[in-house]
């Protein structure tokens, strides 16, 4: 073997190798073969010229040696053909046979590494048989070489050998903690996740599980970041301290399993009563899962102690909804009735503190989950301050379109509008106050500020009462303050007014997600009125999202409930590709309805939603009616087929089967049933609601009860946004001579289809003008309000971006027209 090394560092060696390169340069692969045989010669040099390395030889072998110490089984000699130091175990199975345990070359080192073996190894091979094999001992005296401030215990569970924990020495160091961290063989077993050897150290050698190490950790600290539950479980069986021990850091076991994303951990912790209102460094346990986004682990945790939903950090006095960081947190922790509007030691809201970190996915989710927009914080602040000094602009328009005033004062005077006026960099400052100026904000006058005093105050109390410097001029002397039209009035819940003798009707287009278009019109006329919207109207007409609003309104929800329901309704429905499941969607309109409620359950106003009858060619409009349809004397349209199934009569239709049967969409939903989706023959409802209203009074009419009829005087028509006009370069369809041409044809047939179908569904151009000029002719009033948005929003939009840009279109628009809904507002609350 020494020939063999000296080959490897012999300089001809590489010389010889070189030369050859120099005609036959050396290939990658040649490269790594000769890599990797230099290095397995390296490590097999190393390994048979490794001083440590244990060897079982026969004891005759050094009977011309010179023997220098022995302590039990140990013997160290001197071997003066060698010049070496050897120490030997002699086996006491075997006399005659031993084990060599290392062979140095300098007598002051041989001395100190044998009395460290003697020191640790006699209750080993005393114990066990097994320590007297080779790969044992080799590991075993590695172990105490490496570790020199390790206990015989300690060395124990490191190595495995279990039978030694019933000797006396061991026994009497179970607790002994070493240098390097001081922890405990406890501690070492934990880490290790060695239940086998916990379970010896507690019941044969009493180890205490209450003893830290040098950063305070216990037993218990150790186990949780190890990988197996049953050791933490095997721990908690007997009570001990060391259980809700904080460490230095400020964490208990509990805290830590938070931390480190252990659910099984925090499970079993808590089985063995880990108290969950232990204050660390993170506030409690459920607080520091919430930081660290450890879900399952908040799961756990509120699963066993749902008490600690509305739990408060001592020392901020923030709930968990304040210290979540992400919205899947939030939305789990407002799914199960965590207070939105909870407010800390500071007076901040989860809403505040969300605008202030600058996470707008949760501050969508408390929005959408009821956080009041406009709630004062420290210093009076409303969140929409905050975002104004975060310079943040979606931000901003998702607080002003969920009811957030721009002219609020703040302890210091100053509204919002005003901090968006002293942003330091012009661009954002001029896109903050363009955007205030679309929705009301002309000629915003400043309040005057008094001079802030020369003489600065030395104490708290003149410090806080410090006033504050004029604002800078710039660009104010063009703006007013929002008109106050804006803020939400009371909505008054009384019932429809009676004295009214004429009947109003309310039409809801389609249009899927953008139906929150829908309800943020809605708002406005409500505000406006101060009226709820099941009072101003006594006929609702809807298809398919606008069908569903329909019913909320019937089934008295507030607008502000179903704004956020729907931005929580999409996330829930719009899942996978198209077309989407139903069950979701079925099951959110039996939770929002009621399973077994009926159409006729609630009379007034009196409802239709559009539905499409595609068991029938051609198709055929159908309306669901929350009363029975009227008779009519029209000849029928088409002749009675008997095969065809009669239809369900209105009391004993189901309200979410025809919410559902409204708005199966094609490519989005299934058909329920034979309906499909209103919008392919109503989008735009007006004129067949209308149709529907007249028939319905000339039956009444026939029927003798003309005192009952009221005369349709106003209708009011509410769209779902319209979609920018794009250019199309072709839609002609034809036979193709060419890949050229037929490159051609299949554009031009997609964008023809596409063309077809937007044609047949679109609620505006025409369809607006038939209404218009039909109601002009019979002197209705007829208002239509649909604004016109930047970007083609899809029906199964679910970015909240796109979504809350939408609204601000819809409230730009709403200030746009506020003469119209003026006049609107005055045929409303005509009697």
């Not at 830290?212 to 933490?232: I, K, S, W």
């Not at 922790?333 to 909870?342: A, E, G, I, T």
């Not at 036979?735 to 023809?752: D, H, K």
Request: glycine fraction near 6%; charged fraction near 20%.
């Amino acid at each position: 073997m020494g020939d063999q090394a000296q080959l490897t560092t012999d300089p001809v060696f590489f010389q010889t190798e070189g030369e050859e390169s120099k005609t036959n340069p050396p290939t990658p692969r040649k490269m790594q073969f000769f890599g990797r045989l230099v290095n397995t010669i390296s490590n097999v040099t190393s390994l048979f010229s490794n001083p440590f390395r244990v060897k079982e030889v026969a004891m005759t072998d050094y009977r011309t040696c010179i023997q220098l110490r022995e302590e039990g089984q140990l013997m160290l000699f001197k071997n003066s053909a060698h010049h070496t130091w050897d120490c030997l175990l002699v086996n006491p199975r075997s006399p005659q046979n031993g084990f060599r345990l290392f062979q140095l070359d300098n007598e002051a080192e041989a001395m100190v590494n044998f009395q460290q073996y003697f020191l640790v190894l006699p209750p080993f091979y005393e114990s066990s048989a097994r320590v007297l094999q080779a790969d044992i001992l080799q590991q075993l005296t590695d172990c105490v070489r490496n570790h020199p401030s390790w206990s015989m215990a300690h060395v124990a569970v490191e190595v495995g050998i279990r039978e030694c924990f019933h000797h006396a020495r061991v026994i009497s160091c179970a607790n002994n903690t070493e240098e390097e961290e001081g922890c405990t063989p406890l501690h070492l077993a934990c880490r290790k996740g060695d239940g086998e050897s916990l379970l010896e150290l507690i019941q044969y050698c009493h180890a205490r599980m209450d003893v830290t190490d040098n950063n305070g950790e216990t037993a218990f600290h150790y186990a949780v970041r190890g990988d197996n539950p049953q050791v933490l479980q095997l721990l908690g069986k007997n009570p001990s301290a060391g259980l809700n021990h904080v460490s230095n850091h400020g964490q208990t076991p509990l805290h830590l399993a938070c931390q480190l994303g252990k659910p099984d951990m925090v499970r079993v912790l808590l089985l063995c009563n880990a108290c969950c209102n232990v204050m660390g460094q993170h506030g409690y346990p459920i607080h520091t899962a919430m930081k660290f986004c450890q879900r399952g682990c908040a799961e756990v945790i509120l699963n066993m102690d749902s008490s600690q939903i509305q739990s408060k950090d001592p020392r901020y006095g923030g709930s968990p909804l304040h210290w979540a960081k992400n919205a899947e947190l939030s939305r789990m922790l407002l799914n199960r009735s965590c207070d939105v509007n909870c407010v800390s030691n500071s007076g901040d809201t989860p809403l505040h503190i969300a605008v202030m970190r600058e996470r707008f996915d949760c501050v969508m989710v408390m929005l959408t989950h009821g956080a009041n927009a406009g709630v004062r914080g420290e210093h009076n602040n409303t969140p929409l301050h905050l975002a104004m000094m975060k310079e943040n602009i979606e931000m901003v328009k998702a607080l002003i379109v969920f009811g957030a005033e721009v002219d609020t004062p703040n302890d210091f005077g100053e509204t919002p509008v005003m901090l968006a006026a002293k942003v330091h960099k012009v661009t954002i400052r001029n896109s903050l106050l363009a955007l205030l100026k679309t929705i009301g904000a002309d000629n915003l006058t400043t309040p005057v500020m008094p001079q802030e005093v020369s003489q600065p105050s030395t104490s708290t109390q003149d410090k806080s009462q410090a006033q504050w410097a004029p604002l800078r001029e710039i660009e104010l002397q063009d703006f007013i303050s929002l008109s106050r039209s804006r803020k939400p009035n009371f909505i008054l819940s009384s019932m429809r007014d009676e004295r009214r003798t004429h009947d109003h009707l309310l039409c809801l287009d389609g249009g899927g997600v953008k139906g929150l278009v829908l309800i943020q019109l809605l708002m406005a006329i409500e505000k406006a009125t101060g009226i709820a919207t099941k009072d101003l109207f006594d006929w609702v007409a809807g298809t398919s999202t606008g069908g569903i609003l329909a019913l909320a309104i019937q089934h008295g929800k507030s607008m502000a409930y179903m704004r956020g329901l729907y931005f929580r309704m999409k996330d829930e429905v719009f899942r996978g590709s198209r077309p989407y499941e139903s069950a979701p969607l079925e099951e959110f309109l039996k939770r929002e309805f009621g399973e077994h409620t009926k159409m006729t359950d609630i009379k007034r106003p009196k409802v239709m939603l559009t539905g499409t009858l595609s068991d029938r060619q051609p198709a055929e409009l159908h309306l669901f009616r929350n009363y029975d349809a009227p008779e009519t004397k029209n000849e029928p349209r088409f002749a009675q087929n008997p095969n065809l199934a009669p239809l369900i009569q209105p009391q004993d239709q189901l309200v979410w089967r025809a919410a559902r049967s409204s708005g199966a969409a094609p490519t989005y939903f299934r058909p329920i049933g034979r309906f499909l989706d209103g919008g392919l023959l109503a989008n735009n409802p007006t004129l067949d609601a209308m149709t529907e209203i007249h028939e319905y009074n000339q039956d009444m009419i026939r029927k003798g009860q003309e005192h009952m009829v009221k005369k349709l005087s106003l209708v009011v028509s509410l769209g779902t946004g319209k979609s920018p006009q794009v250019p199309v370069s072709c839609v002609d369809v034809f036979r193709p001579s060419n890949p050229w041409e037929l490159a051609r044809t299949v554009f031009g047939a997609r964008e023809l289809g596409k063309m077809v179908v937007d044609c047949c569904t679109d609620p505006d151009g025409r369809a607006v003008d038939r209404a218009r000029a039909w109601c002009e002719m019979v002197d209705i009033h007829y208002f239509r309000l649909n604004p016109q948005l930047g970007t083609d929003i899809m029906l199964d939009e679910v970015n909240d971006a796109v979504l809350v840009n939408a609204l601000w279109e819809t409230e730009v628009y709403i200030y746009e027209q506020r003469e119209q809904l003026q006049k609107l507002v005055q045929q409303l609350l005509t009697p």
